[in-house]
């Protein structure tokens, strides 16, 4: 089946420093990733749609100068959070979307639990 | 705005208890529907999913049906086991290629 991994899965870092979290799909070219966070004990909230060689569409109440997105190819997309905060830390999950298919599935990265201290 | 709700839990079983997570949604269209589980520590799974009204999608003795009269899918699984605790959670699309619109979750645990 199709695998999509997350680097890091877990990070931690200081207030005011930026963290870079990669979503890769390892056997399948993915022309869309949407990234989500997940707050403790709730559900999937969408941030973000990436669509590889444009600019991401970003929610209705994310900043897209803090939670930056890149989809430089057809397997990578990165999220990079922007001088982060305490307030930042979250989990966030990637998904992917295969190239070519008229199939609504889309297969979940792990997840990177990001700790702001 | 498209919506997913479902029951909150915990759902706490006894291992081969019946089991009904019920979730209902909100949609313009036909959305396709699916149930997807988050076992501790793990990524979202596919666990099960139906494209059209009155499809049935079945896996691991989990099934839901999806009913447009009702805008339901709920989830059954005749028997769980204490493997199946997880959290459960229904999320639709309304069309392919667009971003999956999550329930809050549901966790069940099941005890031996």
């Known amino acids: 089946g199709a695998v999509v991994s997350q680097h890091p899965s877990r990070v931690i870092c200081k207030s005011g420093t930026s963290v870079k979290i990669e979503c890769r799909s390892l056997d399948f070219q993915a022309t869309t990733m949407f990234w989500y966070r997940q707050f403790p004990k709730q559900s999937l909230m969408l941030m973000a749609t990436s669509n590889e060689g444009s600019k991401a569409t970003y929610e209705q109440g994310v900043e897209k100068d803090k939670f930056l997105i890149n989809h430089a190819s057809l397997t990578l997309s990165t999220l990079t959070v922007t001088s982060a905060h305490p307030e930042d830390s979250s989990f966030y999950i990637c998904?992917?979307?295969?190239?070519?298919?008229?199939?609504?599935?889309?297969?979940f990265g792990p997840g990177t639990r990001l700790t702001v201290t | 705005g498209n919506s997913v709700t479902q029951m909150e839990g915990p759902v706490t079983l006894s291992e081969e208890a019946f089991l009904t997570i019920n979730c209902t949604y909100t949609?313009?269209?036909?959305?396709?529907l699916f149930w997807y589980v988050q076992y501790p520590g793990e990524g979202l799974q596919l666990l099960l999913k139906?494209?059209?009204?009155?499809d049935k999608g079945s896996n691991k003795g989990f099934e839901a049906t999806y009913r447009k009269e009702t805008t339901s899918f709920h989830l059954e699984k005749g028997s769980v086991q204490v493997s199946d605790s997880a959290v459960y959670f229904c999320?639709?699309?309304?069309?392919?290629?667009?971003?999956?619109?999550f329930g809050k979750g549901t966790t069940l645990s099941v005890s031996s």
């Open positions: 949609a313009t269209g036909y959305p396709s």
């Open positions: 998904s992917a979307r295969e190239v070519g298919t008229g199939s609504s599935e889309q297969y």
């Open positions: 999320a639709l699309t309304s069309q392919a290629g667009t971003a999956l619109i």
């Open positions: 139906a494209t059209k009204a009155d």
